[in-house]
C-alpha cells in the first residue's frame, strides 16, 4: 500500500499529516528515511515515525459504552449514529456496529472493519453470549423466570435457552446467544412485562469496561481481540 496511507493507518492521523511526515523525512522504512509519499509498503514492513516504532493494524476493533439516542448504524439521514461518537480520523476505517443496540439501548457495542469476526459472533450457531441488565415496569415472578429462560415465542420465532439472575422484584441480569430485532423487550412481553431501561453489559464473554462513561470508548486489548477471534 502507499506509505502516507500506511502510516496514516498506524498513527491514526490524516493523510495530509503523514504526508507532511514523510516530507519532513521523520519516516522510517525498515532503517530507511522515505521521503516519498507513494512508496509501496508493506505490512511486515519496520515503520518509525518521528523516532517510534508505529505498527500497522488491518483490523480495529472498538468497545464502546452506547447512550441512548443513537442508532447502531454506519449512517443514517433522520437519525444520530454509532459512529458520530467517533472522531473524524476513524473514518478511514471503514468501521461498522457487530450486532446492534436499540435507540434507547445503552452499553458494550463493537465497533470494528472485521467482518469474518463480526459474522461469527453474531451467528446464531456460535451461541456467543450476550448479558444484559434490564429494569422491569412490574415485578418479575419466579414463573416468569422459569417460562422465559426455557424459550419464548416472540413473534414466529421461539426463543433458545437464557439465563436471568435476578437482582430485584424488578431488575434482572439476562444472557442470551441471539440477537433478533427488540429480543430482550419481547421476550419479557412474552409474559406480560414491559422493559423501562436496557443496558447490555457484556458481549462474547467481554464485560463493559466500568471506566467508560456513556458515549465514550476504548481499543480492545490484545487478549481481548483473541478471546472474540479476532487478529490483533
Do not use: W
Not at 100 to 122: M, P, Y
Not at 148 to 158: A, P, R, T
Not at 201 to 216: Q, R, T, W
Amino acid at each position: 500500500m502507499r506509505l502516507d496511507k500506511f502510516v496514516s493507518d498506524a498513527m491514526g492521523i490524516t493523510r495530509k499529516d503523514s504526508k507532511n511526515l514523510i516530507k519532513k523525512g521523520l519516516v522510517e522504512v525498515n532503517g530507511e528515511i522515505i521521503k516519498d509519499a507513494g512508496f509501496n509498503a508493506n505490512e511486515t514492513d519496520e515503520l518509525v515515525v518521528e523516532g517510534k516504532r508505529a505498527e500497522y493494524k488491518k483490523f480495529i476493533y472498538l468497545m464502546m459504552n452506547k447512550p441512548q439516542g443513537y442508532i447502531s448504524a454506519t449512517d443514517d439521514h433522520r437519525q444520530k449514529t454509532v459512529l458520530d461518537l467517533l472522531p473524524e480520523n476513524f473514518s478511514r476505517y471503514d468501521l461498522f456496529p457487530a450486532g446492534r443496540l436499540d435507540i434507547d439501548t445503552e452499553g458494550f457495542l463493537l465497533l470494528t472493519n472485521d467482518g469474518q469476526t463480526a459474522h461469527n459472533l453474531l451467528s446464531p450457531s456460535k451461541k456467543v453470549g450476550k448479558e444484559y441488565f434490564a429494569r422491569l415496569e412490574k415485578p418479575l415472578s419466579e414463573n416468569d423466570i422459569a417460562t422465559i429462560e426455557e424459550g419464548v415465542d416472540i413473534g414466529g420465532y421461539v426463543t433458545k435457552p437464557a439465563k436471568i439472575v435476578q437482582e430485584s422484584d424488578r431488575e434482572c441480569v439476562i444472557t442470551i446467544v441471539e440477537g433478533k430485532f427488540h429480543q430482550v423487550k419481547k421476550m419479557f412481553e412474552a409474559v406480560g412485562n414491559k422493559v423501562v431501561y436496557l443496558k447490555r453489559i457484556s458481549f462474547a464473554s467481554l464485560p463493559l469496561d466500568p471506566s467508560l462513561s456513556l458515549g465514550e470508548y476504548r481499543h480492545l486489548t490484545e487478549d481481548e481481540v483473541k478471546i472474540i477471534g479476532g487478529s490483533y
